[in-house]
């Protein structure tokens, strides 16, 4: 059975989310994908699949931690999901997915915060994102159906072609 160890929920969702997109049901094909809780927790989750064909998704901040256990099998966002995301539509195709979805205003209000005032939209993005689990966990799946599936970033779709 392929297993995809990822670090969180998010990652599961959008991971989920990019195999729908591309036409995949991981559930029919026995694809598991597993938030291990952490990037330290890969040993200890890679014991459990030992045997298996396991590929991971991490961040560039814990890629040691799952290289050391998954080596090439290891897919790493350059800095994180969210910036994998942002990268892939641009700051403006972003803007018009959180306009849709009515949430502009609150991330203008966001924007114009002292602590964020002035700061590039990407790293403004990302935060926004990040700052909510509501929003972490529902725009990944939003952002990535508003991509051509040629436009997926390269380790979302890299993982899942590791479990083919």
């Not at 966001?110 to 700061?119: E, S, T």
Request: net charge negative; glycine share 8%.
């Amino acid at each position: 059975m392929p297993v995809v160890l990822v670090e969180g929920i998010t990652d599961r969702i959008a991971v989920e989310a990019v195999a729908r997109r591309l036409g995949r049901e991981l559930a029919l094909e026995g694809v598991d994908v597993v938030p291990i809780g952490g990037a330290q927790a890969i040993r200890r989750a890679f014991a459990q699949y030992e045997g298996e064909q396991v590929a991971g998704l991490c961040d560039a901040a814990e890629e040691r931690w799952f290289r050391r256990v998954l080596g090439d099998a290891t897919h790493v966002c350059v800095e994180d999901l969210e910036d994998e995301l942002i990268r892939a539509h641009g700051a403006e195709g972003v803007e018009r997915v959180i306009a849709a979805q009515g949430d502009l205003e609150t991330f203008r209000n966001f924007q114009n915060q002292p602590a964020w005032r002035g700061r590039p939209i990407e790293a403004q993005l990302r935060r926004w994102f990040q700052a909510s689990d509501r929003r972490a966990s529902r725009y990944p799946p939003l952002l990535i159906e508003a991509l051509e599936p040629g436009r997926i970033p390269r380790p979302l779709a890299g993982v899942l072609a590791a479990t083919l």
